[in-house]
């Protein structure tokens, strides 16, 4: 199974588990993957992260028994929110008025997607200017232990970096020393906030102390398919997603195996050269 196999079973699988709990761990599982290689992998492809795609259709199959006449209580316990309350805030600010608006509507079901018929139309977009991309390369990265930490906000990125910089600095890490980030998936509670979650590493020495907040991981060696992107946080909404739109894409087309073990992660490294900022986005392959 290529990758579009892998997750075109997990939409499926939320098709028929609509009105059941839904986690990114079982999703995971579903497509074969370690969570944070899928939270990844399931954006790239479907364009949000899981669990708005989860809300979503929860949503819009609630609209459908909404507009067949069920009770909205009843609907609001089917699709997991606590109160009615609840349910209709999460409504109205999915489809723009209360479930009352629309008692006796007629509604039809959006399909699900079917990412053999999607796959990566449009991809890069109009923004994205001629030159942002590099060729793919592979790198092998050796096995190595990071000071690792996360944040969820709405802005971890943010947030995570200047904590461990200043973590870094206190602790007299090499300010040279790798530097490695990626997005950590979050509950659906978390999303329905606007919270997002990212991870980020810096390469240590194996007896490097930790405190509170950080943690000591050993990452095992990894060979990736890597591609650079130029300027990335001159149009950031656009240019890394269609980094990682256009890499995914490479390595399919190119028939480079997958990998799927947990330790093994979608990665993202930014580096200054000659005053221009590049970030380079690391695909594991076999």
């Known amino acids: 199974m290529g990758y579009i196999d892998c997750i ?22 579903v497509a074969g993957f370690s969570k944070y ?19 979503k259709r929860r949503l819009a199959y609630a609209m459908l028994d909404v507009c067949q006449g069920k009770r909205i209580l009843d609907i609001a316990m089917d699709y997991g929110y606590s109160s009615e309350r609840s349910f209709s805030r999460a409504f109205m600010q999915e489809h723009g008025s209360p479930p009352s608006r629309f008692r006796d509507a007629a509604y039809m079901l959006p399909e699900k997607p079917m990412l053999a018929e999607l796959y990566f139309k449009g991809i890069g977009g109009s923004a994205v200017v001629e030159g942002v991309y590099s060729d793919v390369r592979f790198e092998e990265l050796e096995t190595m232990y990071v000071a690792s930490s996360i944040r969820v906000s709405h802005t971890p990125e943010d947030d995570v ?6 973590w870094a600095k206190k602790n ?5 020393a790798r530097r490695f980030g990626f997005d950590v998936p979050v509950s ?23 405190s509170c907040g950080v943690v000591l991981k050993r990452i095992e060696g990894c060979k990736y398919a890597v591609l650079r992107i130029t300027d990335p946080f001159a149009d950031p909404f656009e240019r890394i997603p269609g980094g990682w739109r256009r890499l995914v ?31 380079d986005v690391y695909l594991p392959v076999r």
């Open 249 to 279: 894409k490479w390595v399919e087309d190119n028939g480079y195996g997958f990998v799927c073990y947990n330790q093994r992660f979608c990665l993202e490294e930014v580096l200054e050269e000659n005053g221009t900022t590049y970030m």
């Open 188 to 210: 659906e509670k978390e999303h329905s906030e606007g919270l997002r979650g990212y991870e980020y590493w810096i390469q240590v020495p194996q007896d490097t102390p930790v």
């Open 37 to 55: 290689h899928f939270h990844r992998l399931f954006g790239v492809y479907v364009g949000m992260p899981l669990m708005e795609y989860v809300r």
């Open 172 to 176: 007299s890490i090499d300010p040279k």
């Open 8 to 29: 075109q079973a997990v939409i499926d699988f939320i098709e028929e588990n609509v009105t059941q709990p839904i986690s990114i761990e079982t999703c995971a599982g």
């Open 161 to 166: 970096i200047e904590f461990m910089t200043r």
